[in-house]
């Protein structure tokens, strides 16, 4: 199967579970939502047919008309008492009286005195003692003229001119006291008669008597009580009122009552319709028509579980789903890789049979050459032997590097004179080369012993070598630096070929990894050289790394500890 058809396949099958997951996710999201929407909705009805009843049984309460019913509500009874004012009043008129009459004509005529016992002589209806009052009140019998104000506040059926005896009376006795320091008391005892809806009045009479009394204790008019009146007595809501009858009376209630007394008892989310714009999101209604009650009801429930819910699904759908894109990502990356190494290995079997061609052709060639005794010197015999020579060699260092390449930790590690090995290693690798022109300078080589296999070093030092002269591109220098650096001995292989992209620079360490420059510029190879340094090092304890070369070309730096854990110490010499 080509590699693009094994990725089809791979991209299928990684999609097909993760659609799938999406999709049931999807349903389940779908179906929960809906599922939600129904509880909520028997919530809601539930909800709305708890307030009806709540409702209906506390309209219904029979202590409702008769328990006084607080702030904010107001009880009128059936003969209208509880009213601050009326709409229609009975209209009063005094009876003519010619005695009381004659009694006035004194007053008016300023004979106070007469007029007083004239007053007194007659019957004390409310007229009478109303008329005794204000003529002993302007004589300056003050206290003579509240008790006749007193008795005449017990008249509490009678009519002092068109008002109450007692709204009158009460009323006179706070004129009387003006400027004294009991109107205050006097005026609250006003104030409560008025309020307490007792004594029918007109509106324009209550707001007269009702100023006055705000005037003198300094409190204004009790504006709810007058609010509630009007409702009362008009046949139509208003002011955001409601206004319940049973059996002729009448209890008005204001929002602020109803929604400080009954609504929490009737459940959180329900409101009525009647007091404001209904909440947001979907509400059962009751309509007044089948509950019988003044409002529209509504309820809506208090919270959603279902929202908890939906977001729990949605945060394990992710988490499913970038587990799965988590593990196609590196499925991918796997499959990837192993197909990039597959590629790699072929590109190595090719690699590897055209290396072992090449010395061979040559032995061949120079065996016929041989065979045939076709040489006619002797000098040219060696030459030819010499040849021989090398094609073996290279042969022979192929087939190392193929064994070193599967080989670990069998290296056997002795005390090594790092400067006759690295002289040693140079000279034979200038020797090969010299013939076609490439020089290998080395420097100064500092005495130090390491611990190691001089053999596999000295393939490690040659690879890098091999590679300085192979990626030279035109230059034929190729620089050896040994140096001892914190601990350890370093060769820095020095070149001015082709170089190496920064990006290529980790990855040619791995086994069968040939740069794209490489490749680009034709040169052959099997991509394993620098496999066997880094593996070489890395047993030594060791490692190689490449830098750019300034100008053109690399450095790369083989480094092998001269003390480490993974074998007997050499001998301390320099
Ligand atoms: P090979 O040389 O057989 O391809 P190596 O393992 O020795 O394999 O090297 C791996 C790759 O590193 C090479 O293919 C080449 O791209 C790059 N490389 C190694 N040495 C050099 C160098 N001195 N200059 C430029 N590129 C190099």
New binding site residues.
């Given amino acids: 199967m080509s590699r693009t058809k094994v990725m089809a396949v791979l991209a299928a099958v990684l999609c097909l579970p993760a659609a799938t997951i999406a999709w049931l996710g999807l349903r389940l999201i779908e179906q929960d939502r809906a599922l939600a929407e129904q509880r909520s909705m028997e919530r809601r009805e539930q909800a709305a047919e708890r307030a009806v009843q709540t409702l209906t049984a506390i309209v219904n309460d029979s202590a409702l008309f008769t328990n006084p019913p607080g702030e904010g509500a107001l009880l009128v009874h059936p003969d209208g008492r509880g009213l601050l004012f009326r709409m229609n009043p009975p209209m009063i008129r005094e009876a003519p009286n010619a005695p009381l009459a004659a009694a006035e004509a004194l007053e008016f005529r300023g004979d106070l005195a007469s007029a007083a016992a004239a007053y007194e002589k007659l019957p004390p209806a409310a007229g009478v003692l109303m008329r005794l009052g204000r003529t002993l009140g302007r004589l300056g019998r003050i206290d003579a003229a509240l008790a006749a104000y007193g008795r005449l506040s017990a008249l509490v059926n009678e009519h002092a001119g068109e008002w109450p005896a007692p709204v009158a009376a009460a009323w006179s006795r706070c004129l009387l006291l003006q400027s004294r320091p009991q109107l205050r008391q006097e005026a609250q005892r006003f104030r409560a008669l008025l309020d307490s809806g007792r004594y029918p009045l007109s509106e324009a009479a209550y707001t007269a008597f009702a100023d006055d009394a705000a005037r003198w204790i300094g409190v204004p008019r009790p504006a709810m009580l007058e609010r509630l009146t009007r409702a009362a007595q008009s046949e139509t809501a208003v002011d955001q009122i409601t206004v319940l009858k049973r059996e002729g009376a009448r209890l008005a209630v204001t929002r602020e009552f109803i929604e400080r007394e009954w609504l929490p008892k009737a459940g959180p989310g329900v409101w009525l319709r009647e007091f404001g714009a209904p909440k947001a999101g979907a509400a059962t209604i009751r309509y007044p028509a089948e509950t019988k009650l003044p409002w529209t009801v509504m309820a809506a429930p208090s919270h959603d579980a279902g929202q908890g819910r939906e977001r729990l699904l949605i945060v394990l759908l992710g988490t499913v789903g970038l587990f799965t894109v988590g593990g196609s990502f590196f499925g991918v990356r796997a499959v990837r890789r192993e197909l990039a190494l597959a590629r790699m290995q072929e590109d190595f079997v090719a690699?590897v049979s055209h290396e072992f061609r090449t010395p061979l052709t040559t032995i061949r060639q120079i065996a016929e050459v041989l065979e045939d005794g076709r040489l006619a010197t002797e000098e040219r015999r060696q030459s030819y032997y010499h040849s021989l020579g090398v094609a073996a060699d290279r042969l022979q260092r192929l087939v190392e590097d193929l064994l070193d390449f599967r080989r670990v930790s069998d290296y056997r590690r002795a005390p090594l004179d790092v400067r006759p090995f690295s002289v040693r290693v140079v000279d034979e690798f200038s020797r090969v080369v010299a013939e076609n022109g490439f020089r290998v300078e080395v420097g100064d080589v500092p005495e130090a012993v390491i611990n190691a296999d001089g053999e596999a070093v000295g393939r490690a030092l040659w690879?890098?070598l091999?590679?300085?002269v192979?990626?030279?591109g035109a230059s034929r220098e190729v620089a050896v630096n040994v140096r001892v650096d914190g601990g350890a001995v370093k060769w820095d292989v020095r070149?001015h070929?082709?170089?190496?992209a920064a990006g290529?620079r980790t990855r040619?360490?791995d086994q069968f990894?040939?740069?794209?420059?490489?490749?680009r510029a034709g040169?052959?190879?099997?991509?394993?050289?620098?496999?066997?340094?880094a593996q070489i090092a890395k047993a030594h304890g060791g490692r190689v790394d490449?830098e750019p070369a300034a100008g053109e070309?690399?450095v790369?730096t083989l480094t092998i500890p001269m003390e480490d854990n993974n074998g007997p110490h050499p001998d301390r010499r320099g």
């Fill in positions: 690699a690879n890098l091999d590679n300085a192979k990626y030279s070149d070929g082709i170089g190496i290529d040619i360490f990894y040939r740069a794209e420059s490489a490749r040169i052959r190879g099997t991509g394993i050289g620098l496999a066997i340094v490449v070309g690399s790369f």
